[in-house]
């Protein structure tokens, strides 16, 4: 018998939940049927958009609602272990938009409110369940470009400053290595793992700088870090919230390197995602077309987790978001 679409809680309202209930669609994974709101008036703003939608003017409202088979939490960081933790211990299993959490000690809490309540939880990365990841991390386990030296990835955005806005706010968790820095450091630990055959790597060694935004407090507008893997690998990561760069991940090889120009989104459905390759004698382009948008391929493969019973993704392991979140907060002592 064919699994049923899974009946999704939304919990937020954000631009990205937009997204979210877009690629449920797509993939014809799951609907949303309900959502959390922080406030009334947010509830009535989102029933306009989406009136199918049972719009609920709390989160604790949409935690209690008992027809719902999972959970997508897409609340500002700071939020996130408190919701997702509230909807484990309901044992509805989460999907939980990146970081999981602001940090190793909280990611850790909500691992284990997962496994006390054998209830699925995964980080929302949507790069990682899409099909151009599986195929670049294929060709670095085949030794394509020879020995791998180093690798560099950067995600960098810039936004107009706005104490309101949560890329500025400090209550809202606003920090580059937290809203980009974690793609960037996911992926240079994810390669590093390719290429020994395994599913990720935690760095040896890290020297991480920020750069401050002035009258924001606390909050790293830009950041750098060098990093040391297991068998020599070297990684050079950046991500920035107030510059524009190209956004992008590059291998070097004794033999060509590899360049990906669209690491983080993919690319939209039916499209072609390309990997290109470059060698001393010639260069190729590699490309993966996929009929859904890398977001959709995350709602599927998170309702298959689910209809399956497993806990945890092969994509996003917890002990992958585990040492992400480490490693980042060693790269956010570099603030000064």
Request: proline share 5%.
């Amino acid at each position: 018998m064919k699994n049923l679409p899974l009946r999704w809680g939304i919990l937020g309202t954000g631009r990205i939940v937009r997204q979210f209930i877009a690629a449920l669609a797509e993939s014809g994974s799951g609907t949303a049927v309900a959502s959390g709101s922080r406030n009334a008036e947010s509830a009535a703003l989102f029933q306009k958009d989406f009136g199918h939608v049972r719009c609920h003017a709390s989160y604790r409202a949409l935690i209690d609602d008992p027809d719902l088979d999972a959970i997508y939490v897409a609340t500002p960081h700071p939020f996130h272990l408190e919701w997702a933790t509230a909807a484990l211990n309901q044992k509805i299993p989460v999907l939980c938009e990146k970081p999981l959490a602001m940090n190793f000690a909280e990611a850790q809490a909500m691992v284990d409110a997962a496994r006390t309540n054998q209830c699925a939880l995964t980080e929302a990365f949507r790069y990682r369940f899409h099909p151009q990841t599986h195929k670049l991390c294929e060709l670095l386990g085949s030794d394509i470009i020879g020995t791998i030296r180093q690798i560099h990835a950067s995600f960098c955005f810039s936004a107009p400053p706005d104490p309101t806005s949560r890329v500025f706010d400090p209550n809202l968790g606003a920090s580059a290595i937290l809203d980009v820095g974690c793609y960037s450091m996911s992926m240079v630990r994810l390669l590093a793992g390719a290429i020994r055959g395994k599913e990720f790597e935690n760095p040896v060694h890290m020297q991480g700088m920020t750069a401050l935004i002035p009258d924001f407090g606390h909050v790293d507008r830009s950041a750098i870090a060098n990093l040391r893997f297991p068998g020599g690998i070297l990684a050079q990561i950046r991500c920035g919230v107030g510059s524009m760069a190209r956004n992008s991940v590059e291998i070097e090889g004794s033999e060509g390197r590899i360049e990906i120009s669209t690491p983080w989104s993919c690319s939209p459905a039916g499209e072609p995602a390309a990997i290109h390759i470059y060698k001393s004698d010639r260069s190729e382009t590699v490309e993966v077309v996929s009929p859904w948008s890398a977001m959709a391929h995350e709602a599927s493969a998170f309702a298959d987790l689910v209809h399956s019973g497993a806990l945890e993704s092969r994509w996003m392991r917890w002990e992958d978001s585990l040492g992400n979140l480490a490693a980042m907060d060693a790269w956010r002592t570099a603030v000064d």
